[in-house]
């Protein structure tokens, strides 16, 4: 039989060890239920002090304890942050390929930059980025959220389609109403502005009013761009906005429920070293179960042969 190996028990030594621990600890943490509704109620307090602060005579009762509240949320957010990367201590990458992580690390991190911390106006901006955390905890707005953001190469396309129909119908508006109505075609910039806002079919009745003062054909100019600005291509947006939302949510089902730990490399060496062992035994019971026989010389019927007879120690030799 082949030497078994035996099976180490305890994790592996030294630095990777204490970095298993360190993950395992602080992922239990970053996963609990309670730390998501304390991270999400803090983000809510965030949002609460940014519209505090619109009002100035809030700020000028309040200003003793606005500042300190602001100081707390961040230190709250740098306190979450720091967990989420010691719970990825056994496997760094895994806090890299996650996108929320990397936006999470990058508006902690601005906060504490000299130029960030000095202006004023990007630090508020900087605050109200914190407010789009919420994606993290609430599944179905990150379903949107990343459903607009696979949507944008199609929303791209869409603005130069919609791009070339204003310009188009905005010279042949220019061409034929420039004169008559000045405010509205007096120029491609105003032509522009006008059909922009006729997309909304917003003040429809009042242009094809005006229009047919100048000429009956006005009446296929409004038609047509109505047919093809607010029909068609408000159409096409809304369906490629639909299939990434579709997308997204197949993703979302398809992103495991949590993080994947792969074995440690002890732990498979062991292993495999173990089915080698086994799978040795097998073969060699097998080739002791099974001995070759030879073929009878003559055609007769033949006989199966007899199974081997175990070795039987002989008592009376043995007292004798």
Known sequence: MPQQHPRETGSPPGATATRAVLAHRCRAVT?????????????????????????????????????????????????????????????????????????????????????????????????????????????????????????LPGTLSFLLVGALLLYVYAMVGWVFFGHADPQHYGSIGRAVLTLFLLMTLDGIGEAVHSGLEVSRWSLLYYSSYVLLASFVLVNVLIGVVLTSLDEARETERAAP?????????????????????VRHALDDLEQGLTPAAAPPAGGGRRTPPAPPTPSVPDFDRSFS
Do not use: K, M
């Not at 509704?37 to 005579?57: R, S």
């Not at 000028?60 to 740098?78: G, I, N, Y």
């Not at 911390?117 to 630090?123: P, Q």
């Open 257 to 277: 429920a949590g993080p994947v730990t792969p074995p440690p490399d002890e732990d498979r060496r062991d292993l495999l070293e173990r089915i080698r062992a």
């Open 31 to 151: 996963e609990a239920r309670w730390f998501a509704l304390a991270v999400f109620a803090v983000i809510l307090v965030n949002a609460a002090l940014l519209g505090v602060e619109t009002y100035p005579g809030l700020v000028d009762r309040w200003h003793d304890w606005l500042r300190p509240a602001e100081h707390a949320c961040l230190a709250v957010f740098t306190v979450e942050i720091v967990l989420r990367l010691a719970a990825h201590a056994d496997r760094p990458r895994g806090f890299l390929r996650d996108p929320w992580n990397l936006f999470d690390l990058a508006v902690v991190l601005c906060a504490y930059l000299p130029l960030v911390r000095e202006n004023a106006t990007v630090l508020r901006l900087l605050r109200l980025a914190r407010v789009l955390r919420t994606a993290r905890f609430l599944p179905q707005l990150r379903i949107v959220l990343v459903a607009v953001a696979r949507s």
